[in-house]
C-alpha cells in the first residue's frame, strides 16, 4: 500500500519570506500523480500543484513550485514570497492509476505579519 | 473547473437518527466518488468508494452498515450515518475525479455533531 509522510507537523514563515514543506511517499508504481493541496479554515480543498511521475520537470503554479526527486520518492512544496492568504493545512497526497487519494498527515503554515 | 457540491455544510442530530450527506457533480459525470473523514487538525482518511450502479467499496475498519453509500446516478452519491452516536461527529468530505483530468475535485464538506 502507499504511504505518504509529512514530518513537519507545523511550520512559520515571515511574510515575503520562502517556505518549504516537506513530503516523502513510498509505492512501487512507476506511474501515478502527485498533488499539494491547501486546506484554509473553510476546510474546502484547493489544489495547489500537481505533477505527474512520468515528467522529470518540476512542476510550477506561479508562486508554488515543487522539488520532485522521484529516486528518492520526494515531492517538496516551496512558496516563495509568502503571504498571509498562505495560512492554512496543507496536504500532499498521492494517486495511484486507480484514482484513489492517500493524503500524508498535513502541516500547518502559519504567515507572521 | 468542476465543481462537486455537498450538502448540508453542517449539520447536528441527536443520538441513535441517521444523517443523510449528499455528493454531486454539477457540471460532470462521476462514476466513482470518494468519502473522507477528517477529524480536527488531522489528515483525510478514506472511508469508502463509492461505484454508480454497484456496491461501495468499504476501507479496512469502516463498517458498512453505519455508513451507507448509495450512488443511484451519475451525478449522485449519498453517505448515511445510521443510528448516529457522539464519536461519528466529525467533518466529512466528498471528492469525485472527472475523466480526463488528474486532480478530483472536492466538495465543502459536511460538519456532523451528534449530541
Known amino acids: 500500500a502507499q504511504t505518504v509522510t509529512q514530518s513537519q507537523p507545523e511550520m512559520s514563515v515571515q511574510e515575503a519570506e520562502t517556505v518549504t514543506l516537506s513530503c516523502t511517499y513510498d509505492?512501487?508504481?512507476?506511474?501515478?500523480?502527485l498533488f499539494w493541496y491547501k486546506q484554509p479554515p473553510s476546510r474546502q480543498m484547493i489544489l495547489v500543484i500537481r505533477?505527474?511521475?512520468?515528467?522529470?520537470q518540476n512542476a510550477t503554479e506561479n508562486r508554488f513550485s515543487v522539488n520532485f526527486q522521484k529516486a528518492a520518492k520526494s515531492f517538496s512544496l516551496k512558496i516563495s514570497d509568502s503571504q498571509l492568504g498562505d495560512a492554512a493545512m496543507y496536504f500532499c497526497a498521492y494517486r495511484s492509476v486507480g484514482n484513489k487519494l492517500v493524503f500524508g498527515a498535513g502541516t500547518i503554515l502559519r504567515v507572521k505579519s | 473547473g468542476a465543481v462537486v457540491s455537498q450538502h448540508p455544510s453542517w449539520v447536528i442530530c441527536k443520538s441513535g437518527t441517521s444523517v443523510k450527506i449528499e455528493c454531486r457533480s454539477l457540471?460532470?459525470?462521476?462514476?466513482?466518488m470518494f468519502w473522507y473523514r477528517q477529524f480536527p487538525k488531522q489528515s483525510l482518511m478514506l472511508m469508502a468508494t463509492s461505484n454508480e450502479g454497484s456496491k461501495a467499496t468499504y476501507e479496512q475498519g469502516v463498517e458498512k452498515d453505519k455508513f451507507l453509500i448509495n450512488h443511484a446516478s451519475l451525478t449522485l452519491s449519498t453517505l448515511t450515518v445510521t443510528s448516529a452516536h457522539p464519536e461519528d461527529s466529525s467533518f466529512y468530505i466528498c471528492?469525485?475525479?472527472?475523466?480526463?483530468?488528474?486532480?478530483?475535485?472536492f466538495g465543502q464538506g459536511t460538519r456532523l455533531t451528534v449530541v
Open positions: 505533477q505527474e511521475a512520468y515528467k522529470q
Open positions: 471528492s469525485a475525479p472527472r475523466e480526463g483530468n488528474t486532480e478530483a475535485f
Open positions: 457540471d460532470f459525470q462521476a462514476t466513482t
Open positions: 509505492t512501487s508504481e512507476s506511474d501515478y500523480y
